[in-house]
């Protein structure tokens, strides 16, 4: 008779456990869509003809179509590069992991913060040309932040090192910079370019992500118990993200000044998530 060898700890007539399947993020598209155009709808009727249905940073100004014909050139390179057509590369991108986390994360933040901050989400040429994918503006200071989704990974602490020296070399460099950005001046939101802005970086595992995602198709008012905890995690990694570059004092004083103005920010943050904790940058 042959020998028949089974699963660590699993003994004869044991279910052998399977993998929870979980939904293809873009399955969630739709509804993530619809709560942008929303969330749009919200911000221009407020601050004026500010962001795109997709809650982007309209671009505007003198440079509009030079700009606008570099995202395309962009955009058309990338889909050559795949042998695609444009149209659909276009298509693909938007379903992408990366594009629908980064939907989703500004969701998040407009539902938990949208009281205190503007959460918008960069323009594609900041996108393109600097790296950019999110702003949060504190309406009372005007003091701003930019956000990096690098998201879906299971790399553990191995990951975590790549992103902090990722995010350690735009920092040292100066911070982020941000063609089509925008501020608080007495109590109006005014486009303005800027420049040595923190960076931070948002991650999620596919686990996260899905939760988050199940959590923000339920449409409630506020947060579920999954939006939270997602929401916890990433201001607690923003705070210690805050906290590590606050120690640096070969930044950028520019920089350095922006990181100390974003305090009272980070603060607003920390008291919105379950268990409220202090951190300070400085």
């Known amino acids: 008779m042959s020998h028949i060898e089974y699963l660590p700890g699993l003994e004869v007539g044991d279910k052998i456990p399977v993998e929870e399947k979980l939904p293809r993020p873009e399955t969630y598209l739709p509804v993530l869509k619809q709560a942008l155009s929303k969330q749009a709808g ?50 693909a991108r938007e379903k992408n992991p990366a594009n629908i986390t980064e939907i989703a994360l500004d969701l998040l933040f407009d539902k938990i913060l949208g009281d205190q901050f503007v959460v ?7 996108d393109y040309e600097n790296g950019a994918d999110q702003l949060i503006i504190d309406k009372e200071t005007g003091a701003v932040v930019c956000g990096i989704d690098d998201v879906i990974d299971n790399l553990g602490a191995q990951s ?5 020296k990722k995010i350690g070399r735009k920092m040292a460099a100066g911070g982020a910079q941000i063609k089509y950005g925008a501020t608080i001046q007495n109590g109006k939101l005014i486009r303005a370019s800027l420049s040595n802005l923190p960076i931070f970086y948002f991650s999620l595992d596919n686990k996260a992500l899905n939760s988050l995602l199940a959590g923000l198709s339920a449409g409630t008012a506020g947060p579920g118990p999954a939006e939270q905890a997602v929401f916890d995690q990433l201001i607690s990694s923003l705070a210690e993200q805050a906290h590590n570059f606050s120690q640096d ?17 980070l603060d607003k943050m920390l008291a919105k998530t379950a268990t409220p904790a202090r951190k300070q940058v400085a």
């Open 120 to 126: 918008v989400r960069a323009s594609n040429y900041d």
């Open 42 to 91: 919200r911000l221009n009727g407020e601050y004026g003809e500010f962001v795109n249905v997709l809650g982007q940073i309209k671009i505007s100004g003198p440079e509009t179509d030079t700009d606008r014909q570099a995202v395309y050139m962009r955009e058309a390179e990338w889909a050559q590069a795949e042998e695609k057509t444009l149209g659909a590369w276009l298509a």
């Open 249 to 265: 004092r070969r930044l950028d004083g520019r920089l350095q000044a922006n990181l100390l103005k974003f305090q009272p920010s």
């Open 160 to 164: 975590d090192k790549l992103k902090d």
